[in-house]
């Protein structure tokens, strides 16, 4: 059993005298490739990982849910029969997709737990989405309720947008809903469409965490958004997805120049990560590697949310041997960046980049391989050990 699903036991047992009736558990994610389309109505194409949020409950026969966070070394307790807003808080995602199921008819019952998370917090792989995730699994299970996939990612989305503020796309909560062992999932983030795509064999995803957080950067992102919207009007169309590359030719004269890269960025970016998709279908581990190095590029010069850590890891990792393409995840200005590294060549990849980008940032970085997972799932314990 995962390292943080038995510390999440153990500390439910302590707290509460006897083992929970269920952990659940929902992954974060990294993206492989299509950054900054998914308010543009785009493409991208994320995986869940190994690291995710996990919640060991049982239920209560009041309507009170208390919760206990063991990385925040603290508890928040809040009734069902009246959910408040309080200052800025890790309890208020809980709140959030609690207030949520509600406001969309859900029974909601009670219940206590503990909660734990080997996600970094902050590096871009999504420890937030994973936690609403968790949080809503988590009332499915004492609450009864059928799981439908898509609805709760849709949901969770919504309770960050409207409860927690925070203006996310779909794709966080959605990957973490329906990711699927040992694939990636192009995702339409127009109507939710999506497929699995099988990652090449002979490969593995590397994520590197520059250990290196963005600052308050809300109103660089708004602008991003401004920029995009503005374009997409001068085009004629609705999103930045629906303008090709020959529209983009034909009309980004019509642009101003920095409107012009944010768009080149967009059209360009839903263009690779099709093509990667496709790539990834027929095995071709080169294509993909290619792609993705393009990728960062454009974010580099055209969308300009790098940093120089972000540049200098991922151009240690492109200048390997053994990596075939590299690129920042998530949505920049730190955070973590995502390599694609020949199988056999995964450790002394790993050692090469660690000396490399200490040597030029004075910083250690963190790096490991990730596996594709399985979206979020609840599992008894009435096998498990006290």
């Given at each position: 059993m995962n390292q943080t699903a038995r510390k999440t036991i153990d500390a439910f047992h302590?707290?509460?005298?006897?083992?929970?009736?269920?952990?659940?558990?929902?992954?974060?994610?990294?993206?492989?490739?299509?950054?900054?389309?998914?308010?543009?109505?785009?493409?991208?194409?994320?995986?869940?990982?190994?690291?995710?949020?996990?919640?060991?409950?049982?239920?209560?026969?009041?309507?009170?849910?208390?919760?206990?966070?063991?990385?925040?070394?603290?508890?928040?307790?809040?009734?069902?029969?009246?959910?408040?807003?309080?200052?800025?808080?890790?309890s208020e995602y809980p709140k959030g997709v609690a207030h949520t199921l509600l406001a969309?008819?859900?029974?909601?019952?009670?219940?206590?737990?503990?909660?734990?998370?080997?996600?970094?917090?902050?590096?871009?792989?999504?420890?937030?989405?994973?936690?609403?995730?968790?949080?809503?699994?988590?009332?499915?299970?004492?609450?009864?309720?059928?799981?439908?996939?898509?609805?709760?990612?849709?949901?969770?989305?919504?309770?960050?947008?409207?409860?927690?503020?925070?203006?996310?796309?779909?794709?966080?909560?959605?990957?973490?809903?329906?990711?699927?062992?040992?694939?990636?999932?192009?995702?339409?983030?127009?109507?939710?469409?999506?497929?699995?795509?099988?990652?090449?064999?002979?490969?593995?995803?590397?994520?590197?965490?520059?250990?290196?957080?963005?600052?308050?950067?809300?109103?660089?992102?708004?602008?991003?958004?401004?920029?995009?919207?503005?374009?997409?009007?001068?085009f004629g169309v609705k999103a930045l997805r629906d303008a090709d590359l020959d529209t983009?030719?034909?009309?980004?004269?019509?642009?101003?120049?920095?409107?012009?890269?944010?768009?080149?960025?967009?059209?360009?970016?839903?263009?690779?990560?099709?093509?990667?998709?496709?790539?990834?279908?027929?095995?071709?581990?080169?294509?993909?590697?290619?792609?993705?190095?393009?990728?960062?590029?454009?974010?580099?010069?055209?969308?300009?949310?790098?940093?120089?850590?972000?540049?200098?890891?991922?151009?240690?990792?492109?200048?390997?041997?053994?990596?075939?393409?590299?690129?920042?995840?998530?949505?920049?200005?730190?955070?973590?960046?995502?390599?694609?590294?020949?199988?056999?060549?995964?450790?002394?990849?790993?050692?090469?980049?660690?000396?490399?980008?200490?040597?030029?940032?004075?910083?250690?970085?963190?790096?490991?391989?990730?596996?594709?997972?399985?979206?979020?799932?609840?599992?008894?314990?009435?096998?498990?050990?006290?």
């Amino acid at each position: 059993m995962n390292q943080t699903a038995r510390k999440t036991i153990d500390a439910f047992h302590q707290r509460f005298g006897e083992k929970p009736v269920w952990i659940v558990r929902a992954p974060g994610r990294v993206n492989l490739i299509g950054e900054h389309t998914d308010y543009n109505d785009g493409y991208v194409l994320p995986m869940a990982i190994d690291q995710a949020t996990w919640i060991a409950l049982r239920p209560r026969t009041s309507r009170q849910v208390q919760l206990y966070s063991l990385d925040h070394v603290a508890a928040c307790s809040f009734s069902l029969e009246s959910i408040e807003r309080d200052r800025m808080h890790w309890s208020e995602y809980p709140k959030g997709v609690a207030h949520t199921l509600l406001a969309h008819g859900y029974p909601l019952s009670g219940w206590e737990g503990v909660t734990a998370c080997d996600i970094p917090m902050g590096a871009g792989l999504s420890s937030s989405a994973s936690f609403e995730l968790a949080v809503a699994r988590a009332f499915s299970a004492v609450s009864g309720f059928a799981w439908d996939k898509q609805l709760m990612a849709r949901l969770c989305q919504q309770a960050e947008n409207q409860w927690v503020g925070v203006k996310c796309g779909i794709m966080d909560q959605m990957i973490s809903a329906i990711g699927e062992e040992g694939k990636a999932i192009l995702i339409d983030c127009r109507d939710y469409a999506h497929r699995a795509v099988p990652l090449p064999t002979g490969v593995m995803v590397v994520i590197m965490d520059t250990m290196t957080r963005r600052g308050l950067v809300e109103s660089v992102y708004n602008e991003r958004r401004q920029q995009c919207q503005e374009a997409a009007k001068i085009f004629g169309v609705k999103a930045l997805r629906d303008a090709d590359l020959d529209t983009y030719k034909q009309q980004a004269t019509l642009l101003n120049p920095i409107t012009r890269r944010r768009a080149k960025h967009v059209v360009t970016e839903n263009h690779r990560t099709l093509n990667t998709a496709a790539a990834m279908e027929r095995g071709d581990a080169t294509t993909c590697g290619r792609l993705m190095n393009e990728s960062h590029k454009s974010l580099r010069d055209d969308f300009e949310v790098t940093n120089d850590a972000l540049n200098a890891i991922v151009a240690a990792a492109q200048s390997h041997p053994g990596c075939l393409g590299a690129r920042m995840t998530g949505a920049g200005f730190g955070g973590c960046a995502v390599a694609l590294v020949e199988t056999s060549k995964v450790e002394s990849f790993s050692q090469d980049i660690v000396e490399a980008y200490q040597r030029s940032s004075q910083l250690t970085p963190n790096l490991y391989p990730a596996n594709a997972s399985k979206g979020a799932s609840i599992e008894s314990t009435i096998s498990l050990p006290p």
